[in-house]
Each structure stands twice: as structure tokens, then as C-alpha cells.
């Protein structure tokens, strides 16, 4: 790989992986808070969501904070039948009320026998011999191991086994494994290593890659997440996603005012 093609991303990892961003981004939403569960909750609840413009995507996840009057875990353990109703308002595109009442009886299901959110991923497996795919289609099972599992929410929660790049997932998993001095990401998680994650490969992401040739052109899906991943390992192998940083920031940052 040519020598200026990681210069570049350095210098991009370095200029988006600050404070700044947390402001602009999705990730502000989980930073609202300081206990685990509801970091945990509001992290992985806007990462489902994380389609389209982002000002729309805060703004939903606002708005769901406030119906749960402000204390997601709290209210995800300790609510009534007639406490639901108020969420019949809450929509965002194709994610509904029986969307919405599925993940919290999710998350209610799993944290009545669990402290954290991470044994969803990584309970079954052996940390030495995890691997994120593994983790993720296992995630994917324990969430909708319920008979009452609506199939239409299904399109919200992907896995490596249907072929999906799991952006969003990728994305989750890197705020709770990743930690460093910069106070972006959370470093939450354990079992997990920030060696082991895959690169979220959105839109941007990959349109960058692509120019920059990381990756050949072709489909989004686990494959190219994969491959892509597999280039930013030979840059830095123990933290490949960091660079995560450089291309979102570099597909967008024609539009954003925060240069």
C-alpha cells in the first residue's frame, strides 16, 4: 500500500477522532449518559435507527429518550402494560411501535438475567477464540429468540449469515470495544478486542475506500466489510477500525461545517 494513502488516513483519523465529532454525530446520544445499561440501550437503539441525515436520526433518538422519561434502562425494567402506550407515536421511516415494543421487550427479556449488554455477543464463546462474525449471528439468535418476535423487525437487526455488511451492528460494536485518549468511543467491553472488530462499511465508507483502492468495487456486503477491514489491518493491526474515523469523515466532509 503506498506510504501516502496511510499518511492520509492518519492524518483523517487523527482530525475526526476528537470531542468535536461527539457533538455532530449520532454517538451524542449514547454520551448523554453516564450507567452502563442505558449507554448500552441508547447506543445500539441509534445504531438501528443510523439511516439518513443525522440532525433526523438525533432528533428521533431525542425524542424516544423523552418518552422514556429520560431513564431508558429504568423504563425498559420498571414499566406498565399502559405506560406502552405513549410510544404508539414513535416512528422513524420503516421502524414502528411494534418495532419499538419488541426492543424493549428485548432488552427487558436480557437484562433481567444479565448486567451488560455485551454477553449478548460473547456469552457462548471462549474470548480467545471469538470472532466478530461468530459474535454477531449469535446476537442476532439470543434477539430474536422469542415466539413472540414480530418476522417485520427482522429487516432492522442484520447478521453476517444473511450476507449483510452489518453496518450498523459494525458500528455499535466499535463505540463499546474501542477506547482511547480522545473520549469518542466508549471501551466499554472486554471480551471483544478492537483487533477482532470489522470496519462499518457504509455509503461513504465505501466510496472512499474504493477511490482510495482499498477496496475493488462491488456490492456492500460482509465480504467487502471484510476485505475492507482485512486493508485497514495491514495499516494497523491492532486497531483497524480506527480508520473508520478517516473515511466517514472524508465522504462527508464536503457537507459538514465542522471542518
Known amino acids: ?39 448500552e440501550i441508547m447506543g445500539f437503539w441509534v445504531a438501528m ?6 440532525k433526523t436520526i438525533i432528533s428521533k433518538a431525542n425524542e424516544l429518550i423523552q418518552l422514556f422519561d429520560g431513564a431508558p434502562y429504568q423504563f425498559i425494567m420498571e414499566h406498565q402494560a399502559h405506560d406502552l402506550k405513549r410510544l404508539e407515536t414513535f416512528k422513524h421511516r420503516t421502524f414502528n411501535y411494534t418495532d419499538t415494543l419488541y426492543f424493549i421487550r428485548f432488552f427487558n427479556r436480557h437484562y433481567t438475567s444479565n448486567q451488560s449488554l455485551e454477553t449478548a455477543f460473547s456469552q457462548a464463546y471462549n474470548p480467545d477464540e471469538l470472532t466478530i462474525e461468530a459474535a454477531i ?12 418476535a414480530p418476522s417485520r423487525t427482522q429487516k432492522h437487526i442484520s447478521a453476517p449469515f444473511k450476507k449483510s455488511a452489518c453496518k450498523r451492528i459494525c458500528m455499535f460494536l466499535r463505540w463499546m470495544v474501542r477506547k482511547d ?38 456490492p456492500a456486503n460482509w465480504n ?16 483497524p477500525v480506527k480508520y473508520d474515523f478517516a473515511l466517514y469523515g472524508m465522504g462527508i466532509e464536503e457537507k459538514t461545517i465542522w471542518q
Request: glycine share 4%.
Open 224 to 239: 467487502k466489510a471484510l476485505e475492507l477491514t482485512d486493508a485497514l489491518r495491514r495499516l494497523d493491526s491492532t486497531d
Open 181 to 218: 485518549e480522545h473520549g469518542v468511543d466508549f471501551g466499554l467491553w472486554n471480551n471483544m478486542q478492537p483487533s477482532q472488530l470489522v470496519c462499518p462499511l457504509d455509503v461513504h465508507a465505501q466510496r472512499t475506500a474504493e477511490s482510495l483502492q482499498l477496496v475493488t468495487p462491488g
Open 49 to 54: 435507527l443510523a439511516w439518513g441525515q443525522r
Open 137 to 148: 449471528n449469535r446476537f442476532y439468535r439470543h434477539f430474536f429468540n422469542d415466539e413472540f
Open 1 to 39: 500500500m503506498e506510504q501516502h494513502v496511510q499518511n492520509l488516513l492518519d492524518s483523517k483519523y487523527a482530525f475526526f477522532n476528537h470531542p468535536r465529532f461527539i457533538e455532530h454525530d449520532p454517538i451524542q446520544i449514547p454520551h448523554a449518559f453516564s450507567q452502563q445499561q442505558d449507554i
